[in-house]
């Protein structure tokens, strides 16, 4: 017997059938004899139509009331899986995130676990009970409800496997696994068996949003056994595990995208010391993540520097580097958010060399612009013009074989 969290996503309890279907699948663990935890999300739409309907009420709305709206969709979730469970026969409870009491720091729509005191989830299972809980979200110190960030269910389920050591983390998603590029861009994608934390939290933080990055970070951390595979069919899907000598062999496993970031230059900025510290300085006082950083060669004691930041702080930026332009030195900020960023990632790139070479080459071929470039032990990425993003995903995926078996390499 062992114990299972398993966590279902959005599509997977996007209607009433489908939560009957999932009920189905977890009174068949329960049946099997194990314990079982299960995580679910919002039903699928459900928290954008919630931030639609806040924005409809403020413009930038306050982010506790945010959070108060944002936690009632995976509360609808917990009962109506509840529900159909019971009507199969099973005894099971439901319990949000303040009842199984996961205490978060209080920074509202991106809150950080602190702890978790899973006490009544454990009695639950000793009474024979399934535990349904709440996924997305805590609750802090003070007693406020938090939300964990976007894709922030995955996080609770591996937390929660994590707390109560359990056997196995599931992931249930629409897509039977973590493949070599985004499935639903590019059809000849594969699918992998086995994936390191490593490569997972680079390929999630650079867009593959089949797993939230702080889940895999956490589920390194902890060492949890993280199963990623499909609600819809019994495939086997894709274990991320703690990296092995045989994983330096594979040169590239995945390809990520990401069309959430815009790109700011400053033309003509003071070529002096402290410049760029006070520039990032005011940028990251405004709690504003900064990706990407290019600076140019000083022409006449000035240079010009681009960064990207989220979209979704795209203005704001704007709006402090025109406050600073002059104690900077600088003449004027151009914006773009008709970027996207590429990456390709492995463990392998750590031993062999001309990956980067072999990424320009192809992107060039197909007359691809590369705006930017930054590197990283295990990643590539090069910022392009948004338009190409798909075409630049594919023509990667082919030109390092991922469709193919993956190509052992022996030469460094
Ligand atoms: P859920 O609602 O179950 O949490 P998500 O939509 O968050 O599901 O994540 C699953 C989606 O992630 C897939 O439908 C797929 O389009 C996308 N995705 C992006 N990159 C990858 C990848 N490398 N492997 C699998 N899926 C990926
Ligand atoms: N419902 C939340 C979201 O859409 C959390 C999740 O699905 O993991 O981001
Ligand atoms: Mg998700």
């Given at each position: 017997?062992?114990?299972?969290?398993?966590?279902?996503?959005?599509?997977?309890?996007?209607?009433?059938?489908?939560?009957?279907?999932?009920?189905?699948?977890?009174?068949?663990?329960?049946?099997?004899?194990?314990?079982?935890?299960?995580?679910?999300?919002?039903?699928?739409?459900?928290?954008?139509?919630?931030?639609?309907?806040?924005?409809?009420?403020?413009?930038r709305p306050d982010e506790r009331e945010l959070d108060v709206i944002l936690a009632?969709?995976?509360?609808?979730?917990?009962?109506?899986?509840?529900?159909?469970?019971?009507?199969?026969?099973?005894?099971?409870?439901?319990?949000?995130?303040?009842?199984?009491?996961?205490?978060?720091?209080?920074?509202?729509?991106?809150?950080?676990?602190?702890?978790?005191?899973?006490?009544?989830?454990?009695?639950?299972?000793?009474?024979?009970?399934?535990?349904?809980?709440?996924?997305?979200?805590?609750?802090?110190?003070?007693?406020?409800?938090?939300?964990?960030g976007r894709g922030g269910s995955d996080l609770t389920a591996v937390a929660m496997?994590?707390?109560?050591?359990?056997?196995?983390?599931?992931?249930?998603?629409?897509?039977?696994?973590?493949?070599?590029?985004?499935?639903?861009?590019?059809?000849?994608?594969?699918?992998?068996?086995?994936?390191?934390?490593?490569?997972?939290?680079?390929?999630?933080?650079?867009?593959?949003?089949?797993?939230?990055?702080?889940?895999?970070?956490?589920?390194?951390?902890?060492?949890?056994?993280?199963?990623?595979?499909?609600?819809?069919?019994?495939?086997?899907?894709?274990?991320?595990?703690?990296?092995?000598?045989?994983?330096?062999?594979?040169?590239?496993?995945?390809?990520?995208?990401?069309?959430?970031?815009?790109?700011?230059?400053?033309?003509?900025?003071?070529?002096?010391?402290?410049?760029?510290?006070?520039?990032?300085?005011?940028?990251?006082?405004?709690?504003?993540?900064?990706?990407?950083?290019?600076?140019?060669?000083?022409?006449?004691?000035?240079?010009?520097?681009?960064?990207?930041?989220?979209?979704?702080?795209?203005?704001?930026?704007?709006?402090?580097?025109?406050?600073?332009?002059?104690?900077?030195?600088?003449?004027?900020?151009?914006?773009?958010?008709?970027?996207?960023?590429?990456?390709?990632?492995?463990?392998?790139?750590?031993?062999?060399?001309?990956?980067?070479?072999?990424?320009?080459?192809?992107?060039?071929?197909?007359?691809?612009?590369?705006?930017?470039?930054?590197?990283?032990?295990?990643?590539?990425?090069?910022?392009?013009?948004?338009?190409?993003?798909?075409?630049?995903?594919?023509?990667?995926?082919?030109?390092?074989?991922?469709?193919?078996?993956?190509?052992?390499?022996?030469?460094?």
């Amino acid at each position: 017997m062992a114990l299972i969290v398993q966590k279902y996503g959005g599509t997977s309890v996007g209607d009433v059938d489908r939560i009957k279907n999932v009920a189905r699948r977890v009174t068949l663990a329960r049946a099997a004899g194990h314990d079982v935890i299960v995580v679910v999300s919002a039903m699928a739409g459900e928290t954008d139509r919630l931030i639609g309907l806040a924005q409809k009420m403020a413009e930038r709305p306050d982010e506790r009331e945010l959070d108060v709206i944002l936690a009632t969709g995976e509360q609808v979730s917990i009962g109506l899986l509840s529900l159909a469970i019971q009507g199969l026969g099973y005894r099971a409870r439901s319990f949000t995130g303040s009842q199984v009491r996961i205490q978060t720091d209080d920074v509202h729509t991106k809150a950080r676990i602190v702890s978790i005191d899973a006490d009544r989830v454990r009695q639950a299972l000793a009474e024979g009970e399934i535990a349904i809980v709440a996924g997305f979200q805590g609750v802090s110190a003070e007693d406020e409800i938090t939300t964990l960030g976007r894709g922030g269910s995955d996080l609770t389920a591996v937390a929660m496997a994590a707390a109560l050591a359990a056997d196995v983390c599931e992931i249930y998603t629409d897509v039977d696994g973590v493949y070599t590029a985004d499935p639903n861009i590019v059809p000849e994608a594969r699918k992998l068996d086995r994936i390191s934390y490593d490569e997972m939290l680079e390929l999630a933080s650079l867009g593959a949003k089949v797993l939230q990055t702080r889940s895999v970070e956490y589920a390194k951390n902890y060492l949890v056994p993280v199963h990623v595979r499909s609600s819809f069919n019994d495939n086997p899907g894709t274990m991320v595990v703690k990296e092995d000598t045989t994983m330096e062999k594979v040169v590239v496993s995945g390809i990520a995208y990401n069309k959430q970031e815009a790109k700011i230059t400053i033309t003509r900025v003071a070529d002096r010391p402290s410049i760029a510290a006070t520039l990032f300085g005011r940028v990251a006082e405004a709690n504003i993540v900064v990706d990407m950083i290019v600076q140019n060669i000083s022409q006449d004691g000035s240079t010009d520097i681009s960064f990207t930041v989220p979209k979704t702080d795209y203005a704001r930026t704007q709006e402090i580097v025109r406050v600073i332009l002059k104690e900077i030195g600088a003449d004027k900020v151009i914006g773009d958010d008709k970027i996207a960023k590429v990456s390709i990632v492995g463990v392998g790139m750590r031993t062999h060399s001309g990956v980067a070479a072999k990424m320009f080459e192809t992107l060039g071929r197909e007359k691809i612009n590369i705006l930017m470039i930054s590197t990283s032990e295990i990643k590539v990425s090069c910022v392009i013009e948004a338009k190409y993003t798909e075409l630049a995903v594919r023509v990667l995926h082919e030109a390092f074989g991922l469709a193919r078996e993956a190509v052992v390499e022996d030469t460094v």
